[in-house]
């Protein structure tokens, strides 16, 4: 018979891993960034500039409702001035004299005497002529509040 060759079993190769161990991850999933080439591109967050974008829009919207708030704060002022004004105009009213009822929402005129006394006329400062007795103050209106609100 022809030269036969009897070939033994060569042991089994096993392939090696040409990855260096050490640079395998046991749970790539929680690394932070992509374990694939084909993975996902993760960014690290720059935690100082969402801070900063953060605080920015924090201080926009803080700032315009302080603004807001402000505001009415002005408004509020200007309308207890207002009111203020009104006692105080009301107050010298009810000390003159006045020699009819007031009727609420008429006009009428406050002036001053000569002695410091005032005076509350349905007679214009203009219907007077060219002397009038008093020295005109305001021209003022009865509001339904009973407060005297002035006019000019």
Known sequence: MANSEHTEPQPSKRKENPIDPDKVAENPHLLPYAHTVGGAVIKPIDKGRVKGLALSAMYEQTNAQLDQLREQVELLA???????????????????????????????????????????????????????????????????????????
């Open 78 to 152: 200007r309308q207890a001035k207002a009111i203020h004004d009104r006692v105080k105009i009301s107050e010298d009213i009810y000390q003159a004299e006045i020699n009819f009822k007031p009727l609420i929402g008429h006009i009428y005129h406050l002036y001053q005497k000569e002695s410091g006394k005032h005076v509350v006329s349905m007679v214009g400062p203009e219907e007077w002529g060219p002397n009038p007795p008093f020295t005109f103050i305001a021209t003022v209106k009865l509001l339904s509040d009973h407060t005297w609100e002035v006019q000019e």
